[in-house]
């Protein structure tokens, strides 16, 4: 089954701890991406890769650190967590890049106290 | 589940009878955009896209319409079903010379009333 699969799916952590929130997906997609959602707006992205060891800022990267040394993994780093960082967290993969036929994972909750 | 937006936009329709989503978008450069279905508890699921050289295109039970003069985005949802209640996102895709950008609306909710 084509998946997308995050882990932690539930988070709470304290400020300044460092946590990494994996992603891991199994269609072989070249474009993988982080979203954070906040309430009334929207998804916002946070980082992307086009491939493997190739990465760029979206547009809320501050506080946030990826790395993309293998196709399929693609995690998201928060070296010094603070509660503004408190959101919930999509993963996302595409073959093509971009929206079309993407594939989300099912979210992490992040509590940061 | 997850609560995605709590001033969401909330359109309430009757099951059996078509729904009409609505979109503003910003950046005349976007060469397509995608529509999205979020569930309580889930990730975005991909429903349908349109190019940006497109005015209209049709899935099952889906229709997205175009109108690029004033920027507008519309999902037509036929004869809806209690299923079809989520959070509904439309983005937006610009492809620039570090690959896709993709910037999403701030969804409405769709409650299907039986």
């Known amino acids: 089954e084509a998946q997308v699969t995050q882990n932690p799916r539930y988070l709470i952590t304290v400020t300044g701890k460092k946590l990494t929130v994996t992603c891991s997906q199994n269609?072989?997609?070249?474009?993988m991406s982080w979203y954070r959602q906040d309430p009334g707006l929207g998804l916002r992205q946070i980082y992307y890769s086009m491939n493997v060891e190739v990465t760029d800022k979206g547009d809320v990267p501050e506080g946030y650190k990826v790395s993309r040394k293998e196709k399929r993994n693609f995690p998201l780093i928060l070296e010094s967590p603070s509660p503004n960082q408190t959101s919930l967290y999509f993963c996302?993969?595409?073959?093509?890049?971009?929206?079309?036929?993407?594939?989300f994972g099912q979210g992490t909750r992040l509590t940061v106290v | 589940g997850e609560s995605v937006g709590l001033h969401l936009p909330t359109l309430s329709v009757q099951e059996g009878d078509n729904s009409i989503i609505n979109c503003a978008y910003s950046?005349?450069?976007?060469?397509?955009f995608i529509w999205y279905k979020q569930e309580s508890g889930k990730g975005p699921q991909f429903i349908i896209d349109?190019?940006?050289?497109?005015d209209k295109r049709q899935g099952q039970r889906v229709t997205v319409l175009l109108n690029k003069t004033v920027k507008h985005l519309s999902l037509q949802i036929a004869a809806t079903q209690p299923g079809d209640s989520a959070v509904y996102f439309c983005?937006?895709?610009?492809?620039?010379?570090?690959?896709?950008?993709?910037?999403f609306g701030g969804g409405t909710r769709v409650l299907v009333k039986p």
């Open positions: 349109i190019r940006s050289n497109m």
């Open positions: 996302a993969s595409s073959l093509y890049g971009g929206g079309t036929e993407a594939f």
């Open positions: 950046n005349s450069a976007s060469d397509y």
């Open positions: 983005a937006e895709n610009m492809r620039g010379a570090a690959g896709n950008k993709l910037t």
């Open positions: 269609m072989n997609h070249e474009y």
